[in-house]
């Protein structure tokens, strides 16, 4: 089943990461390639993927938000995640869900993302 039928099923929209699965570091990593244009921090690393979770067919689920509901990538930041974790060898369906709940803060971001900003 993909997340998207479990979704329907009932599925809460952000759940506990799959931190376990031997593809999780790989998705991480994935995400760690895609950065928000108008902040040169990685989007894991600024805290906007809220969720990952791996099913054992290899499909990937991924909630995550943006730095602001009007962000101008808004439209293609979901397919920049999707296609850097699709690449990942064992990875068989992507699908990325934007959420503006709970909303992102700067409090959300990883110490290197804050070291690298100049917040720390």
């Not at 938000?65 to 397919?79: K, R």
């Not at 990325?96 to 110490?111: A, C, I, L, Y």
Request: hydrophobic share 45%; with cysteine; proline share 8%.
């Amino acid at each position: 089943m993909s997340y998207s039928e479990a979704r329907i099923e009932g599925t809460p929209l952000i759940a506990p990461s799959t931190v376990d699965h031997p593809l999780y570091d790989a998705v991480v990593e994935a995400c760690r390639t895609v950065y928000d244009p108008e902040i040169p921090v990685n989007i894991f690393d600024l805290g906007l993927v809220y969720t990952v979770q791996i099913a054992d067919d290899g499909a990937v689920r991924i909630v995550m938000t943006l730095t602001a509901p009007g962000c101008p990538v808004a439209g293609e930041m979901p397919g920049w995640v999707a296609d850097a974790v699709g690449a990942i060898p064992g990875v068989k369906q992507v699908d990325v869900e934007m959420t503006f709940e709970p909303q992102w803060g700067m409090e959300m971001m990883s110490d290197e993302a804050r070291l690298e900003l100049g917040f720390m």
